[in-house]
């Protein structure tokens, strides 16, 4: 089950007077999900996206592992992005860049991006627990702006809760869901088949599926052969 769907710093947690805020569920899982990204990206330099920052605390452990990756926390809301800024200040880290606010449900988020003094391309995207509290538009915007970002082996990497051809991979996932479904229509736990055709109409195709604790899963998205040959 993903852990989180209550606002960070509205959740009843410890906020400090700099303004970082604490989730629970970083302390649970940045350790297996950076063992993946670890993996994923090897060695690489070059800019890291992380669309959906939170609180910043992911950011900030990703940037300390992976020093030769410039990272860009983003967020939507604003006492998530005071949050990004203080534990940025707070860690003291050269390859942190400022948090940005983007819109995901916006495709032109990553032209828009770019123009504020963004990257030329990305090396990845990460996005961890967004597309299922949040409305569709959001995972499509979230493609549509990453395929555009991409370099050619870049990747499209998602954390968080899936169902497989239409069925949850636990009960607790269904019942996570439905409460999704309840208070919010339009938000749910997202298909991979669903996903995956969203991402062939970008250009994009599912590379792997790494089953994580807790009953998540990263997604891995790169450009699909054809689109990579042609780039």
């Excluded at 860009?72 to 390859?95: C, M, V």
Aim: net charge negative; proline share 6%.
């Amino acid at each position: 089950m993903a852990e989180y769907v209550v606002e960070f710093g509205k959740d009843g947690r410890r906020v400090e007077p700099d303004g970082r805020l604490d989730a629970a569920a970083f302390h649970r899982n940045h350790q297996p999900i950076w063992a993946v990204l670890a993996r994923l990206l090897g060695q690489a330099t070059g800019d890291v996206l992380e669309a959906g920052s939170g609180t910043g605390q992911h950011v900030v452990h990703f940037a300390r592992c992976g020093p030769g990756i410039i990272w860009w926390p983003t967020d939507y809301n604003e006492q998530h992005l005071k949050s990004i800024a203080a534990w940025r200040a707070h860690a003291g880290l050269p390859n942190i860049r400022p948090p940005r606010q983007i819109d995901l449900s916006d495709s032109a988020w990553w032209t828009k991006l770019q123009a504020d003094g963004g990257p030329a391309a990305l090396r990845a995207v990460f996005c961890a627990n967004v597309i299922h509290i949040a409305p569709w538009a959001v995972a499509e915007g979230l493609f549509a702006g990453s395929a555009q970002a991409l370099q050619p082996d870049g990747l499209l990497l998602l954390y968080g809760p899936f169902k497989r051809d239409g069925k949850h991979t636990a009960l607790s996932n269904a019942v996570f869901d439905t409460s999704l479904r309840e208070s919010h229509p339009d938000w749910g736990v997202r298909d991979i088949a669903d996903l995956v055709a969203l991402a062939a109409r970008v250009g994009l195709e599912l590379r792997e599926t790494v089953d994580m604790p807790a009953n998540n899963m990263i997604l891995v998205f790169g450009r699909s052969e054809g689109r990579a040959a042609a780039d």
